[in-house]
């Protein structure tokens, strides 16, 4: 897992764990993160740290959601032969680092940061904004420089975090004389960010229009069924509408057979095709994605002793090279250090 002549380039990337990963999730970068793991050195976070910030009136959820987000991971294709799956809590060196990188970042470019601005509205935190909400920022830069990552494979929702990481980054460098810190780049996917099933702008489990991976095939039916199509198409015959249509943009997600897709986009923009038969296909789509990922975790649930075992082999794994980065970014900034 950690050979030391492995040259292939870094990924790191991670999860809040608040609760079970959705379509949303695998989609964004869930699949980015299976497909790259043989030609990367892939990190993956379960951020419970970083879960905290707006969660600490109820650590029992995150220390639960550890488990479940890890299942997720297994469940999707992440192979832990390929992949150190490590907790972010268990990585001391990750909080010393925050708290030095907070040093090269202001409070009022943590403010305008876009994911921030649009994650405070949603929480409706008004003036009551938690400090470590604020400044996770800072800290998501030390989780991807940690491990001196240079790709992450994140929604499109991260990429104003790994902009904020660079800056941090070039700072760091300036203030060192030299390149202590490699700056990384986010690997987003073309769909862009995933509506929920209600067709509003993000899936999130919160606002209850999420398809969760561990899905039972009844929910994956009935998710397709209560699915947003164009209102106005109201009878099979009528011209349809396919953009802001959200079966089409799933269709578009998770459809294998583009050739397919653009036909029956055709044929549903020229009127004469209803939105049963659109939805059969997706329904099938998404009944064959989530399948094997359904009976792969449920493997994996039966055995959670051997799932604690796996992250913690990864922390452990993890923590010499965490460790190592601290050391070379104190001694770069020339911090105070006893002579041995
Ligand atoms: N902020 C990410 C999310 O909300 C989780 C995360 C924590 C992360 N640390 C990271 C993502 C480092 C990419 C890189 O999903």
Known sequence: MLNPNDNRPIILTGDRPTGPLHLGHYAGSLKNRVALQDTHRQYLLLADAQALTDNAGDPAKVRRNVLEVALDYLAAGIDPDKTTICVQSGLPALAELTLLYLNFVTVARLERNPTIKEEIQARGFGRDIPAGFLCYPAAQAADITVFKASVVPVGEDQAPL???????????????????????????????????????????????????????????????????????????????????????????????????????????????????????????????????????????????????????????????????????????????????
């Not at 050739?259 to 064959?288: H, I, N, P, S, T």
């Not at 449920?298 to 010499?320: K, Q, W």
């Open 162 to 340: 790994i902009e904020q990481t660079n800056e941090i980054v070039r700072r760091i460098n300036r203030q060192a004389g030299r390149d202590v810190l490699p700056e990384a780049r986010a690997l987003v996917p073309a769909i862009g960010r995933l509506p929920g099933v209600d067709g509003r702008a993000k899936m999130s489990k919160s606002q209850g229009n999420a398809v969760p991976l561990s899905a039972t095939s009844d929910e994956i039916r009935e998710a397709v069924r209560r699915m947003y199509t164009d209102p106005g198409h109201l009878r099979a015959s009528d011209p349809g509408r396919v953009e802001g249509n959200v079966v089409f943009t799933y269709l578009d997600a998770f459809d294998e057979d583009r050739a397919l897709v653009e036909d029956l986009k055709a044929r549903y923009r020229r009127g004469g095709l209803g939105d049963a038969l659109v939805k059969r296909r997706l329904e099938d789509v998404l009944q064959a994605l989530l399948a094997p990922i359904r009976e792969r975790r449920a493997v994996f649930a039966r055995d959670p002793g051997c799932v604690f075992g796996l992250i913690r082999a990864g922390t452990e794994a993890a923590r010499d090279r965490t460790q190592a980065t601290l050391e070379e970014v104190r001694a770069a900034l020339g911090l105070f250090a006893f002579e041995t």
